[in-house]
């Protein structure tokens, strides 16, 4: 780092980007307790699966720190997870809510 004003910048980032990875997976463990996914709606994981992809575009075209590129992918990664969980756990149409 060149001063501590540059690393302060760098630590904080560092601490945001981690901060949210542990706020998106609390959402994993829940599922896979509940071995379902039906209190996740539909619309909200579209909303994510756009959410995901601007970002991954955007990470690729425009010239960012590889710190924030390497928070996209731990996006994508969480993302699939949550896929896979909505594969796994199907949502039981027959259920009485």
Same mark, same amino acid.
């Given at each position: 780092?060149?001063?501590?004003?540059?690393?302060?910048?760098?630590?904080?980032?560092?601490?945001?980007?981690?901060?949210?990875?542990? =706020?998106?997976?609390?959402?994993?463990?829940?599922?896979?307790?509940?071995?379902?996914?039906?209190?996740?709606?539909?619309?909200?994981?579209?909303?994510?699966?756009?959410?995901?992809?601007?970002?991954?575009?955007?990470?690729?075209?425009?010239? =960012?720190?590889?710190?924030?590129?390497?928070?996209?992918?731990?996006?994508?990664?969480?993302? =699939?997870?949550?896929?896979?969980?909505?594969?796994?756990?199907?949502?039981?149409?027959?259920?009485? =809510?």
């Amino acid at each position: 780092h060149k001063s501590w004003y540059s690393y302060l910048i760098s630590s904080l980032a560092g601490f945001v980007y981690t901060f949210g990875f542990v =706020m998106m997976t609390p959402q994993l463990y829940i599922n896979y307790r509940l071995k379902s996914v039906e209190h996740i709606p539909f619309r909200a994981m579209t909303y994510r699966a756009m959410s995901t992809f601007v970002d991954d575009v955007a990470a690729f075209l425009i010239d =960012m720190p590889l710190m924030h590129r390497l928070s996209c992918l731990r996006d994508d990664i969480v993302f =699939m997870i949550l896929i896979y969980q909505r594969w796994i756990y199907r949502v039981d149409k027959s259920r009485v =809510m």
